[in-house]
């Protein structure tokens, strides 16, 4: 008897384990939520909105014109801006199709100037494909933050698996 309940107890718990949703592959449901500049974080939440909605429209309002989006390598390579490139990349995709999840963000403001601090976990098509750290800089304007320069790093992706708690526990 004892052997049986132990059974099922552990069939119960591994029932409970699988409908569990896996939060890395499953983003908060405000992924489909409109757009929203009233606060420097939830401009850059707004931005990985559009980009898990497949909004390039989105993008558009989420930058000033002429803003800027680079990456700096690993060896300290500044790439060139590649704000177009990825904003096109994003009119591509289906709803869902990516996912950048932010965590542990962090924000300075100062009247009409901001920098976040958003590291992140970027999945595309289900599948964990990088993370790194963004920093963004946003000025308001007329009552809306909107970035004006976003740079970001990134960690090998073999590595990315464990990145959040290595973040976290630094």
Not at 18 to 28: D, F, L, V
Not at 62 to 75: I, N, Q, T
Request: charge should be negative.
């Amino acid at each position: 008897m004892r052997i049986v309940s132990l059974l099922i107890g552990l069939a119960l718990t591994a029932c409970a384990h699988a409908a569990t949703p896996n939060t890395a592959a499953a983003p908060a449901e405000d992924m489909r939520a409109p757009i929203d500049l009233s606060t420097p974080e939830s401009t850059v939440r707004s931005m990985m909105r559009a980009m898990y909605q497949g909004d390039a429209d989105m993008v558009d309002q989420v930058f000033f014109e002429g803003a800027k989006l680079r990456r700096v390598r690993s060896d300290g390579e500044v790439r060139p801006n590649g704000l177009q490139r990825w904003r096109d990349w994003v009119g591509t995709l289906d709803i869902g199709q990516a996912h950048e999840e932010l965590f542990a963000v962090t924000s300075e403001q100062y009247g009409p100037l901001a920098t976040v601090w958003a590291p992140f976990l970027v999945s595309v098509d289900g599948a964990l494909v990088g993370c790194g750290v963004n920093t963004l800089t946003l000025a308001r304007n007329d009552g809306d933050w909107r970035i004006v320069f976003g740079m970001d790093t990134g960690e090998p992706a073999e590595t990315c698996t464990d990145f959040k708690a290595r973040y976290v526990e630094r």
